[in-house]
T-cell receptor, first 114, second 113 residues
Framework: AQKVTQAQTEISVVEKEDVTLDCVYETRDTTYYLFWYKQPPSGELVFLIRRNSFDEQNEISGRYSWNFQKSTSSFNFTITASQVVDSAVYFCALSESLGTALIFGKGTTLSVSS | DAGVTQSPTHLIKTRGQQVTLRCSPKSGHDTVSWYQQALGQGPQFIFQYYEEEERQRGNFPDRFSGHQFPNYSSELNVNALLLGDSALYLC????????????FGPGTRLTVT
């Protein structure tokens, strides 16, 4: 069965600190897809990134970067120089094929104070 | 370009009643998925509709049913409401032949008393 674990329930940092959100997944599929979503207080989930299981190249987008390691079944998310606007709940998700159900972790609440 | 819209925003119902939630997908999308998010939890997949048919279903009882219309909009129906059905219900749309991203609406907050 597929499963996503986000062991960090809550993280609090001060502005400009770097922070890493952990995500560990379980699947028996050889092909799968990993996602990160952000849920601000307004409640609407915002798509951040999709990664295919056959592409282990790390990705950087502005202050955001993602580290995908199949050997440890992890897909971690780092925010560099955090800002107050980064405060939200972040979810890691897994799907067995494109367009099918997303299996979400329980989320990590990130609080960034000024 | 309009995103995913959902109605109503909030809803209060009594145990045993029935409820219908509505979703309009993002322009150009043909697939709608529904998720239930309990307080402090991650979203849980209920079901997905494509071409007016239920394409995939999660581990939810038959009290949860849905429908997709020719214009790709969708409804989620829940019968015989239980207190445990209180949650944020999220609709997500996607393009079946696309790159897999699902785009979410703002959700409907359902409270069952």
């Amino acid at each position: 069965a597929q499963k996503v674990t986000q062991a960090q329930t809550e993280i609090s940092v001060v502005e400009k600190e770097d922070v890493t959100l952990d995500c560990v997944y379980e699947t028996r599929d050889t092909t799968y897809y990993l996602f990160w979503y952000k849920q601000p207080p307004s409640g609407e989930l915002v798509f951040l990134i999709r990664r295919n299981s056959f592409d282990e190249q790390n990705e950087i987008s502005g202050r955001y970067s993602w580290n995908f390691q199949k050997s440890t079944s992890s897909f971690n998310f780092t925010i560099t120089a955090s800002q107050v606007v980064d405060s939200a709940v972040y979810f890691c998700a897994l799907s067995e094929s494109l367009g099918t159900a997303l299996i979400f972790g329980k989320g990590t609440t990130l609080s960034v104070s000024s | 370009d309009a995103g995913v819209t959902q109605s109503p925003t909030h809803l209060i119902k009594t145990r045993g009643q029935q409820v219908t939630l509505r979703c309009s997908p993002k322009s150009g999308h043909d697939t709608v998925s529904w998720y239930q998010q309990a307080l402090g939890q991650g979203p849980q997949f209920i079901f997905q509709y494509y071409e007016e048919e239920e394409r995939q279903r999660g581990n939810f009882p038959d009290r949860f049913s849905g429908h997709q219309f020719p214009n790709y909009s969708s409804e989620l129906n829940v019968n015989a409401l239980l207190l445990g059905d209180s949650a944020l219900y999220l609709c997500a749309s996607s393009l079946l032949t696309g790159t897999g991203e699902q785009y979410f609406g703002p959700g409907t907050r359902l409270t069952v008393t």
